[in-house]
């Protein structure tokens, strides 16, 4: 097998695993009800976004296309980080209201141990940089 058709191969699995991640992803956040306030509707519209970038890239794929994952999957990798940010916050804030004197490691333990998943957001993060390594140097793209 060529390194060419090695690649081609790896894209397409890169891909299969970048669409079933965002709908699986989009389809845990609606199950468990993740729209109530402005910041919890960012992944719904970015995954949301994603599913209808990777399925038009899928179907034609075009330099135009590629660069729109590539947007859409950055800005995936920046709402993981923020979405990991604003679940830590909120635990934070969760165990100051419960024990105002609590601080240090004691309350970084209890925050990312809280009842609002610290790392799941991590997973928006992880979906963006597989979308970014099956569009990096893709070959629709003439221009490096």
């Known amino acids: 097998m060529s390194e060419a058709v090695a ?3 790896i894209r397409k699995i890169l891909l299969a695993t970048l669409a079933a991640g965002l709908v699986g992803t989009l389809s845990e956040l609606l199950l468990l009800g993740h729209f109530d306030s402005v910041q919890q ?4 519209v970015l995954l949301g976004i994603g599913v209808v970038t990777v399925t038009w890239h ?3 794929p075009s330099a135009l296309s590629v660069r729109a994952l590539q947007v859409t999957m950055a800005l995936c990798v920046a709402a993981g980080v923020l979405g990991v940010g604003l679940h ?3 635990n934070v804030e969760f165990e100051l209201e419960i024990t105002p004197a609590m601080a240090g490691l004691e309350l970084v333990q209890q925050a990312l141990a809280g009842a609002t998943p610290v790392l799941a957001p991590g997973a928006m993060a992880m979906l963006g940089l597989v979308g970014l ?3 990096y140097r893709h070959p629709c793209i003439t221009a490096d």
């Open 41 to 44: 509707w960012i992944p719904l």
């Open 133 to 135: 390594a099956h569009a």
């Open 88 to 90: 830590y916050d909120g």
């Open 7 to 9: 690649l081609a191969r």
């Open 58 to 60: 899928a179907a034609r």
